[in-house]
């Protein structure tokens, strides 16, 4: 996945949660919020929520064809846009989701799991945060032994504690990290347009099937799934979801999403699939 931040200012509380087919999943961490409560005690509640399951999308969606005919002449989606968008089917001039024919397909190709370690020294290490609210954890580890970790690591389970799920996010500052990022091509905004770099900010994030970072808050950009699928969970700032920090975003769709029963009680939601981008 990746990720840029453009200065603006709305909130909202999300979080995500990944699946991967044949490939890396992206993920992504920003933020905290404050501390609730939760049960997971499954006993007389209807629990098993599937992240390979397909999922409803609440979130406004518009195809990428729509979107450059709406708001292309103005250099793209304008700052502080007041809801969350999802951008679909974002191969420009057309509505196919072929990832040849995608405006980041360079990207992708980098970005494989059989290839991203490529852009990297053969030492080159990756700092891992923890799958709590607070990412306050942290493991240091060898980027290929990671990477080892993701494609043929088992799937994880509701039960795992947050202490015992890691992901990479964020922490892609390094030159390294720069190099790679530099073939990205941004979403269209107008601040993305913008010849001041300094509005921008890249992040990038790698993650194992069924993790995800618990509830967080979450400032304005856009996020975009280069590989995988990505479930996107999010309610606005004054309507804070029942939740523990320490819980992970698996165990609260496990065991809390399935319950809510009344219409307002439920999060707006959507799955990134590769290509598609998410608004917040």
């Known amino acids: 996945m990746i990720e840029n931040h ?3 200012e709305c909130f909202f509380l999300v979080f995500a949660i990944f699946w991967f087919a044949s490939n890396l999943a992206y993920t992504n961490a920003v933020g905290i919020v404050g501390v ?3 049960n997971n005690n499954s006993k007389g509640k209807k629990t098993g929520w599937n992240p390979k399951d397909d999922h409803p999308c609440t979130v406004e969606r518009i195809s990428m064809k729509d979107f450059l005919k709406e708001y292309g002449k103005q250099g793209g989606l ?3 846009f007041p809801h969350p968008l999802v951008i679909t089917n974002v191969a420009l001039g057309g509505d196919s989701q072929d990832p040849k024919n995608s405006r980041n397909s ?3 190709d980098l970005t494989r799991a059989d290839s991203v370690h490529n852009s990297f020294p053969a030492n080159f290490s990756v700092t891992l945060s923890s799958s709590n609210s607070f990412s306050e954890h942290r493991r240091t580890i060898p ?11 088992p799937a994880l389970k509701a039960d795992i504690k947050s202490n015992e799920t890691w992901y990479f996010f964020g922490e892609t500052y390094s030159s390294e990290w720069k190099s790679l990022l530099e073939s990205y091509e941004l979403p269209p905004c107008q601040v993305c347009n913008s ?3 300094s509005l921008v900010a ?3 994030g790698i993650g194992n099937s069924g993790s995800g970072v618990q509830w967080h808050i979450h400032g304005p950009g856009f996020s975009e799934a280069i590989h ?3 479930h996107w969970i999010l309610y606005s700032f004054d309507n804070e979801p029942n939740f523990n920090p320490d819980q992970t975003s698996l165990n609260w769709m496990h065991y809390n999403y399935p319950v809510f029963e009344k219409s307002e009680d439920m999060p707006l939601e959507c799955t990134l699939h590769p290509g598609d981008i998410i608004y917040l």
């Not at 290929?144 to 970790?149: C, D, H, K, P």
Request: glycine share 12%; hydrophobic share 25%.
């Open 202 to 204: 890249l992040s990038f």
């Open 36 to 38: 609730g409560g939760y």
């Open 143 to 153: 980027f290929t032994e990671y990477l080892e970790e993701v494609s043929t690591g």
């Open 228 to 230: 995988g699928r990505k």
């Open 78 to 80: 304008p700052p502080l």
């Open 6 to 8: 453009n200065q603006a």
């Open 195 to 197: 010849p001041d770099e």
């Open 106 to 108: 360079k990207f992708q």
